[in-house]
């Protein structure tokens, strides 16, 4: 037991009037990390959530305010909670104006940042359907990030603009993109991120009636999955499979 359950900072009761200290910062931070990795989304924003709290926000340095905020706008997109991911996206912006001068003056860049929340911020415009807002969000993002080491949000981007140009029916535009972003999971060993790819070029295949190219591709995906114990992706994987056959 890690104590933090029992030792709460009104986490979803906003007022308490009484900040994190510097030291619980840290732990709950690590405690929810642990989480996070663990696939516990909800349990780990138990932990995020608490250091998000206004009290204890208004108290916090800029980089570790918005470290918390985008581990937690990741950990709700991944369970579908995007208005809130939409709430987190906003608050990270105007934390990112109003300490801009502030951040640049560490080892972070204020412009890198607020890439990193526009990424999220175009998967949210994406899922909602606005593709072609998604797109140009995604490019001022990429535009910024490519020239920095965020190689995983990279990727991200080109998968997210593959699937925008995939739902407005451009396949070669589509299969460009998840190509690029395919050989950068790939480049940085994010198995994960390819497997999922894998399974978006099958789809794109199939669409395209290139059967025998899908499946193969397909089985790929699968297989890698299983490899990893990516067990989560196996149900869309097999369901996926099974159209194709």
Request: charged share 25%; proline share 2%; glycine share 8%.
């Amino acid at each position: 037991k890690d104590g933090f359950k029992d030792k709460r900072y009104s986490a979803n009761q906003h007022g308490s009037g009484r900040p994190v200290r510097a030291g619980d910062w840290t732990r709950l931070e690590e405690v929810g990390d642990l989480h996070y990795h663990a696939s516990a989304y909800s349990s780990a924003l138990d932990y995020y959530n608490q250091l998000l709290e206004p009290e204890t926000l208004a108290h916090a340095e800029a980089p570790a305010a918005l470290q918390v905020l985008r581990k937690a706008a990741d950990a709700n997109s991944l369970l579908g909670n995007l208005d809130q991911v939409e709430v987190l996206i906003d608050c990270a912006f105007e934390l990112i104006d109003r300490h801009d001068k502030e951040i640049d003056g560490t080892d972070l860049d204020a412009a890198v940042l607020r890439a990193v929340f526009q990424s999220r911020q175009a998967r949210v415009l994406r899922e909602h359907g606005r593709l072609q807002d998604s797109l140009k969000v995604a490019k001022r993002a990429f535009a910024v990030l490519a020239l920095t080491d965020e190689h995983t949000d990279v990727a991200i981007l080109q998968t997210g603009m593959g699937i925008c140009h995939m739902r407005l029916g451009r396949l070669e535009k589509a299969e460009e993109f998840y190509n690029d972003g395919l050989a950068t999971f790939r480049r940085i060993g994010h198995d994960v991120g390819v497997a999922n790819l894998l399974n978006n070029l099958a789809l794109l295949h199939h669409a395209g009636c290139r059967w025998d190219k899908a499946l193969g591709l397909m089985e790929k995906a699968v297989e890698l999955a299983h490899r990893i114990g990516a067990s989560h992706l196996l149900p869309g994987f097999y369901l996926n499979q099974g159209i194709m056959l």
